[in-house]
Protein backbone atom coordinates (compact mmCIF):
# COMPACT_ATOMS: atom_id res chain seq x y z
CA UNK A 1 0.00 0.00 0.00
CA UNK A 2 1.45 3.34 -0.51
CA UNK A 3 1.64 6.31 1.71
CA UNK A 4 -1.23 8.24 -0.01
CA UNK A 5 -3.50 4.80 0.26
CA UNK A 6 -2.54 4.97 4.08
CA UNK A 7 -3.06 8.10 5.12
CA UNK A 8 -6.52 7.91 2.88
CA UNK A 9 -7.54 4.84 4.80
CA UNK A 10 -5.93 6.69 8.20
CA UNK A 11 -8.38 10.04 7.38
CA UNK A 12 -11.63 8.21 6.90
CA UNK A 13 -11.02 6.04 9.60
CA UNK A 14 -11.15 8.42 11.93
CA UNK A 15 -14.17 10.22 10.19
CA UNK A 16 -16.14 7.04 10.12
CA UNK A 17 -15.00 6.61 14.00
CA UNK A 18 -15.92 10.70 14.60
CA UNK A 19 -19.35 9.58 13.27
CA UNK A 20 -19.58 6.39 15.08
CA UNK A 21 -18.48 7.58 18.59
CA UNK A 22 -21.28 10.56 18.14
CA UNK A 23 -23.99 8.06 17.64
CA UNK A 24 -22.90 5.80 20.23
CA UNK A 25 -22.20 8.61 22.50
CA UNK A 26 -25.38 10.41 22.30
CA UNK A 27 -27.47 6.59 22.63
CA UNK A 28 -25.25 5.85 25.47
CA UNK A 29 -25.59 9.03 26.86
CA UNK A 30 -29.62 9.41 26.70
CA UNK A 31 -29.71 5.45 27.84
CA UNK A 32 -27.18 6.33 30.50
CA UNK A 33 -28.66 9.63 31.50
CA UNK A 34 -32.16 8.65 31.79
CA UNK A 35 -31.33 4.99 34.27
CA UNK A 36 -29.14 7.76 36.51
CA UNK A 37 -31.86 10.28 36.32
CA UNK A 38 -33.90 7.49 37.84
CA UNK A 39 -32.38 6.50 40.50
CA UNK A 40 -30.63 9.66 41.25
CA UNK A 41 -34.30 11.12 41.28
CA UNK A 42 -35.77 8.18 43.47
CA UNK A 43 -33.07 8.75 45.98
CA UNK A 44 -32.71 12.60 46.14
CA UNK A 45 -36.52 12.32 46.44
CA UNK A 46 -36.48 10.24 49.27
CA UNK A 47 -34.01 11.89 51.43
CA UNK A 48 -35.46 14.84 50.26
CA UNK A 49 -38.58 14.67 50.91
CA UNK A 50 -38.23 12.63 54.77
CA UNK A 51 -36.01 15.80 55.15
CA UNK A 52 -38.64 17.91 54.12
CA UNK A 53 -41.60 16.20 55.70
CA UNK A 54 -39.72 16.32 59.17
CA UNK A 55 -39.12 20.11 59.17
CA UNK A 56 -41.97 20.97 57.34
CA UNK A 57 -44.14 18.37 60.21
CA UNK A 58 -42.34 20.23 63.23
CA UNK A 59 -43.05 23.73 61.78
CA UNK A 60 -46.88 22.78 60.77
CA UNK A 61 -46.49 20.90 64.61
CA UNK A 62 -45.79 23.65 66.46
CA UNK A 63 -47.87 26.64 64.44
CA UNK A 64 -51.05 23.87 64.86
CA UNK A 65 -49.83 23.21 68.22
CA UNK A 66 -50.16 26.46 69.50
CA UNK A 67 -53.53 27.11 68.16
CA UNK A 68 -55.06 23.53 68.47
CA UNK A 69 -53.55 21.81 71.05
CA UNK A 70 -49.90 20.71 71.65
CA UNK A 71 -50.25 16.66 71.08
CA UNK A 72 -53.23 17.47 67.92
CA UNK A 73 -50.80 20.13 66.86
CA UNK A 74 -47.85 17.89 66.71
CA UNK A 75 -49.57 14.84 65.48
CA UNK A 76 -51.41 16.71 62.19
CA UNK A 77 -48.34 18.25 61.75
CA UNK A 78 -45.81 15.70 61.95
CA UNK A 79 -48.54 13.91 59.20
CA UNK A 80 -49.05 16.98 56.99
CA UNK A 81 -45.21 17.81 56.95
CA UNK A 82 -44.45 13.80 56.10
CA UNK A 83 -46.82 13.75 53.67
CA UNK A 84 -46.07 17.40 51.81
CA UNK A 85 -42.70 16.45 52.61
CA UNK A 86 -42.53 13.38 50.25
CA UNK A 87 -44.47 14.78 47.38
CA UNK A 88 -41.93 17.57 47.41
CA UNK A 89 -39.00 15.62 47.65
CA UNK A 90 -40.12 13.23 45.16
CA UNK A 91 -40.17 15.86 42.63
CA UNK A 92 -37.68 17.51 43.47
CA UNK A 93 -35.49 14.47 43.33
CA UNK A 94 -36.60 13.25 40.26
CA UNK A 95 -36.42 16.66 38.59
CA UNK A 96 -32.47 17.25 40.00
CA UNK A 97 -32.25 13.37 39.24
CA UNK A 98 -32.68 13.36 35.76
CA UNK A 99 -31.43 16.69 35.16
CA UNK A 100 -27.89 15.33 37.13
CA UNK A 101 -28.21 11.60 34.96
CA UNK A 102 -28.71 12.97 31.80
CA UNK A 103 -26.09 15.48 32.01
CA UNK A 104 -23.91 12.50 33.50
CA UNK A 105 -24.66 10.10 30.70
CA UNK A 106 -24.37 12.13 28.16
CA UNK A 107 -21.04 13.37 29.21
CA UNK A 108 -19.99 9.70 30.13
CA UNK A 109 -22.32 7.76 26.49
CA UNK A 110 -20.22 10.56 24.50
CA UNK A 111 -16.67 9.97 25.83
CA UNK A 112 -17.03 6.23 25.52
CA UNK A 113 -19.23 6.75 22.06
CA UNK A 114 -16.05 8.77 20.74
CA UNK A 115 -13.55 6.68 22.21
CA UNK A 116 -15.11 3.09 20.87
CA UNK A 117 -15.95 4.97 17.46
CA UNK A 118 -12.47 6.25 16.80
CA UNK A 119 -11.13 2.84 17.86
CA UNK A 120 -13.84 1.11 15.70
CA UNK A 121 -13.26 3.41 12.84
CA UNK A 122 -9.31 3.25 12.83
CA UNK A 123 -9.53 -0.77 13.23
CA UNK A 124 -12.04 -0.65 9.93
CA UNK A 125 -10.01 2.37 8.24
CA UNK A 126 -6.82 0.14 8.74
CA UNK A 127 -7.50 -2.86 7.88
CA UNK A 128 -5.90 -5.21 5.30
CA UNK A 129 -7.79 -4.56 2.24
CA UNK A 130 -7.54 -7.81 -0.37
CA UNK A 131 -4.82 -7.46 -3.67
CA UNK A 132 -6.57 -7.10 -6.90
CA UNK A 133 -5.71 -10.23 -9.08
CA UNK A 134 -6.15 -10.99 -12.70
CA UNK A 135 -9.33 -12.65 -12.45
CA UNK A 136 -10.54 -10.24 -9.86
CA UNK A 137 -10.12 -10.03 -6.11
CA UNK A 138 -8.27 -12.65 -4.14
CA UNK A 139 -10.19 -13.39 -1.05
Same mark, same amino acid.
Given at each position: ?S?H??? =????? /?L??? $?V????L??????V????L??? =?G??L?LVLG??L???LG?V? /???L???? /???L? $?VL?L????? =?????G #?? #?G #? !?LG????LV?? #? !??G?V?????????G?????A +??P? +??????? +?
Amino acid at each position: ASGHETV =LRLVL /GLVLG $LVLGLVLGLVLGLVLGLVLGLV =LGLVLGLVLGLVLGLVLGLVL /GLVLGLVL /GLVLG $LVLGLVLGLV =LGLVLG #LV #LG #L !VLGLALGLVLG #L !VLGLVLGLVLGLALGLVLGLA +PRPA +PTARGWD +P
